[in-house]
Every structure is written in structure tokens, then in C-alpha cells.
């Protein structure tokens, strides 16, 4: 196990100009820095570069972020193997420890959390694209607002039913924890789902892992609140996730 410290201070020492620079021709734009996207075909650049912000992003495809983003996309890798490759970029010493019985028990309870909330990912996505509610409500809401199927797919956006525990039923007859359902907001006290009629948006963490979900509501004339995010979880920390 890398120690947080050690991720913590790759992470302010990479400098994105420097870590996309290794692998993309870039010139300046004014304040930024532009080149040919690494990770889609094209003759335009549109590949922008803010060293300010620490950021990239295509304009094109969509994809981005920030250095650990960035070399886990384009080198095929997990989180912790982008911290070792910038750790080694930028000659950070890393000491891994081993984890102790505690840390273990901790680590798969969050991963638990993780991959229920990838599983509801999956249900909401199928849910917009392969039903007759979804596609007659969510989609052609996306599809108005200039959404293209590609981002919808790519950013894995979806759709909850009227139906009022649809979701939650089908998922603990996957197996899936009522107790975990609930810790994470996907169903309610009462064992009904929590987001009902709404588009789905997932929120995620520095790696890419689904922490949370933004719902907006569709039905006009509601008195539901328009938007309703999912509550603060183990992994999901209000006050440290910009949405």
C-alpha cells in the first residue's frame, strides 16, 4: 500500500504541462498549451493544456484531467500504477507498507461501497438507453440539451423509473446489501429507491470511481427538489469532491 503522504505529494508535485508534454507536441495558446489529442484521431488540435489549473482536457472526445487522470488513460492504468509512474517521473521515493489486518477489513468495506455504486451505474445506464420509459424521457432530454449518444455512453449517464423500488429490488436480487443500499442513498429508510423520474449523473473521485450520483428531476410541476445528490458516504465527502 502507497501511504497517503507519498500520494499526496506526487499528486502536487506533477505538473501537467510536463507529464502530457512527455507524450504530446504542445505550443502555447495564450495562457495554455494545445497539441493533437492523444486519444482520438484528428488534425485540429484541440487538446488544451492549463498549467494554471493543473488540468487537460479534448474538446473533441471529451477526455481529460488532471496528471494521474491523464497517465491512467494513456497508459492503461489503474491508480495506484499511475502514482508509481509519476513517483518515478518526478524521482518521489515510494515506500509501500503493508497493510495491517484493520486497513484490510477497511479497504474491502470501501470497495464494497465502490462497486455497488458501479453496479447502479449500470442499471441507470441500461435503464435510458434500453427501455421505453428511458429512452421516451431521459434520452430525448439529453438529446434536446445537444448531448451526443457517444458522451451519454461515455460518461455512463442514466435514467431512474416512476416506478417506486424498481432498482432496489432488482439489486438485492443480485445479492446486493439493503443495509449498503441505504448507506449510500440509493434507497431510501423505507426500502423504496431514492431517485425516482430522474437523470442520472455519476459523481466520481480522483481515480474514476463512481462516489455518488446527481439526480435531476424531469416531471414538470414537481415538488420534489430539481436536483438531489447523494448523501455523504465513506467515500463521498461533500466538502472534498467538486461537482
Same mark, same amino acid.
Given at each position: 500500500?502507497?501511504?497517503?503522504?507519498?500520494?499526496?505529494?506526487?499528486?502536487?508535485?506533477?505538473?501537467?504541462?510536463?507529464?502530457?508534454?512527455?507524450? *504530446?507536441?504542445?505550443?502555447?495558446?495564450?495562457?495554455?498549451?494545445?497539441?493533437?489529442?492523444?486519444?482520438?484521431?484528428?488534425?485540429?488540435?484541440?487538446?488544451? *493544456? @492549463?498549467?494554471?489549473?493543473?488540468?487537460?482536457?479534448?474538446?473533441?472526445?471529451?477526455?481529460?484531467?488532471?496528471?494521474?487522470?491523464?497517465?491512467?488513460?494513456?497508459?492503461?492504468?489503474?491508480?495506484?500504477?499511475?502514482?508509481?509512474?509519476?513517483?518515478?517521473?518526478?524521482?518521489? *521515493?515510494?515506500?509501500? *507498507?503493508?497493510?495491517?489486518?484493520e486497513q484490510r477489513?477497511?479497504?474491502?468495506?470501501?470497495?464494497?461501497? %465502490?462497486?455497488?455504486?458501479?453496479?447502479?451505474?449500470?442499471?441507470?445506464?441500461?435503464?435510458?438507453? #434500453?427501455?421505453?420509459?428511458?429512452?421516451?424521457?431521459?434520452? +430525448?432530454? %439529453?438529446k434536446e440539451r445537444?448531448?451526443? #449518444? #457517444?458522451?451519454? !455512453?461515455?460518461?455512463?449517464?442514466?435514467?431512474? @423509473?416512476?416506478? !417506486?423500488?424498481?432498482?432496489t429490488l432488482q439489486?438485492?436480487?443480485?445479492?446486493? @446489501?439493503?443495509?449498503?443500499?441505504?448507506?449510500?442513498?440509493?434507497?431510501?429508510?423505507?426500502?423504496?429507491?431514492?431517485?425516482? #423520474?430522474?437523470?442520472?449523473?455519476?459523481?466520481?473521485?480522483?481515480?474514476?470511481?463512481?462516489?455518488?450520483?446527481?439526480?435531476?428531476?424531469?416531471?414538470?410541476?414537481?415538488?420534489?427538489?430539481?436536483?438531489?445528490? +447523494?448523501?455523504?458516504?465513506?467515500?463521498?465527502?461533500?466538502?472534498?469532491?467538486?461537482?
Amino acid at each position: 500500500m502507497i501511504p497517503q503522504k507519498t500520494v499526496q505529494e506526487i499528486i502536487d508535485t506533477a505538473k501537467i504541462e510536463e507529464v502530457v508534454g512527455d507524450f *504530446v507536441n504542445l505550443k502555447r495558446a495564450g495562457s495554455n498549451l494545445k497539441g493533437l489529442c492523444p486519444f482520438h484521431n484528428e488534425k485540429t488540435p484541440s487538446f488544451v *493544456v @492549463s498549467p494554471a489549473k493543473n488540468l487537460c482536457k479534448c474538446f473533441g472526445c471529451g477526455k481529460g484531467g488532471d496528471p494521474v487522470r491523464f497517465i491512467m488513460n494513456h497508459e492503461n492504468m489503474d491508480f495506484p500504477g499511475a502514482i508509481r509512474y509519476l513517483g518515478e517521473r518526478y524521482n518521489i *521515493v515510494i515506500e509501500e *507498507v503493508e497493510m495491517t489486518n484493520e486497513q484490510r477489513k477497511e479497504r474491502q468495506k470501501r470497495d464494497s461501497l %465502490f462497486i455497488l455504486n458501479q453496479y447502479a451505474s449500470d442499471y441507470f445506464a441500461k435503464e435510458l438507453l #434500453e427501455t421505453d420509459e428511458g429512452k421516451s424521457v431521459g434520452l +430525448s432530454y %439529453f438529446k434536446e440539451r445537444g448531448f451526443r #449518444e #457517444e458522451i451519454i !455512453k461515455h460518461f455512463q449517464l442514466g435514467y431512474t @423509473s416512476k416506478q !417506486k423500488d424498481s432498482f432496489t429490488l432488482q439489486a438485492t436480487q443480485d445479492s446486493h @446489501s439493503l443495509e449498503l443500499l441505504k448507506k449510500l442513498g440509493l434507497t431510501t429508510k423505507y426500502g423504496s429507491d431514492f431517485y425516482r #423520474e430522474r437523470v442520472m449523473f455519476p459523481i466520481r473521485n480522483l481515480s474514476g470511481k463512481i462516489i455518488g450520483f446527481g439526480g435531476r428531476i424531469l416531471q414538470k410541476g414537481a415538488k420534489a427538489a430539481k436536483y438531489i445528490n +447523494s448523501p455523504e458516504s465513506e467515500i463521498y465527502n461533500k466538502s472534498k469532491v467538486l461537482y
